[in-house]
């Protein structure tokens, strides 16, 4: 990781998750500005309503400065832009447009350079259902949480199906394919509960078309970071997460002393074994550059799987730069990187000319 690699970052976004891409991109920008891994060209913001603003890099210039009172340019058009500059762009925008396959299909259509990754392995983990789904079936020695999925036209009897189903058992309410554990609650199923529980979906419903309502595991979690460095793929220390509650949620992600992110430096079985499987998913699932994975590991050593986060949170306080540093790994050595890998992946043929009768 010692060449200096030219890029671009994308930042902000049409998201639920717009703050946690601002919040990154301060970050980034304050981590490697200075950098002599990376030179910074442009820096593209894209607003709430997903129009584009294009600004050149100005060391010391405010963060919020490249959000005010700028020109907007329509998404094609600062893709068109990101091509003919041909610098490397460094996606940080998260959630809806960001990590859920869309901007990636367009970034591969228009052929832009940059740390997209592949529309599968983004769309796949974007739907906590379906990648939960996915490891059951393709890594068995993985248990998955009993889980109900709910539709918005499932709502006037999401109350009969929750009792039936989960009676007396805490559960978690969580979005299906929302970021930063948003309108994610743990409640005790029984019938005080219920009304709350409705207003907690209806919320979901709001911003997506799933809301999940899974059995709530008891145990440790962690969270298993991983970085592809050209065709291999390296574990990162270990974070193990603790609350009071027993329960990582909204809050406890987001609000100082709500959390204890502990860095395992000595691997034990159980981490050993955690990190194996991460490396495992990370190939058989074809993600790129880096991934989150989050576990629950039970008082008996069942290994539960929550979720992949495909652009991990790079925030002041978030898991993955703290990952990083334990590996005495700046985040301008591994954006270079996130360039080479993009330089080292193979060009595939896209056209076969055959004769059809």
Known sequence: ???????????????????????SFR???GEIHNDDSVEIEDIYYVDVEGRVAVTPFQ???????YVRDREYMPYWAALGR??????????LLYGNFGEDGKIQGA????????????????????????????IASAHPVVQIPDTLLLRECDLPEASTRIFDRFHGMEIVVKPNSLGASLFTNRYLVDPECIESIKTNLAE???????????????????????LQKNETVMVLP?????????????????????????????ESPVVKSLGDLSIEIFKSVDFRNMCRFDFIVSPEEAIFFLEANTIPGLMRNSI?????????????????QFHNNFLSERARKSFVDYHID
């Open 320 to 336: 993955f730069p703290k990952m990083l540093a334990a590996s005495d790994i700046t985040l301008g050595e591994a954006i270079s």
């Open 238 to 266: 270990a974070v193990r997460i603790e609350t009071e509650g027993a329960f990582f949620g909204h809050e406890e992600k987001h609000r100082s002393g709500k959390a204890n992110e502990i860095i395992i430096m000595e």
């Open 82 to 91: 990101m091509v003919n500059a041909g610098t490397f762009v460094l996606n």
């Open 59 to 65: 060391a010391g210039l405010p963060v919020d400065s």
């Open 107 to 134: 970034a591969a259509i228009a052929s832009v350079p940059g740390s997209f990754g592949p529309v599968l392995a983004a769309s796949l983990a974007m739907s906590k259902y379906h990648m939960n789904q996915y």
């Open 204 to 226: 979901i419903f709001e911003y997506d078309a799933n809301a999940l309502v899974q059995r709530y595991v008891s145990g440790t979690e962690y969270s298993i970071g991983c």
């Open 27 to 29: 970050h980034v920008i």
């Open 1 to 23: 990781m010692t060449s200096r690699a030219r890029i671009s970052i994308a930042f902000g976004g049409k998201s639920t998750e717009h703050r946690a891409s601002l919040e």
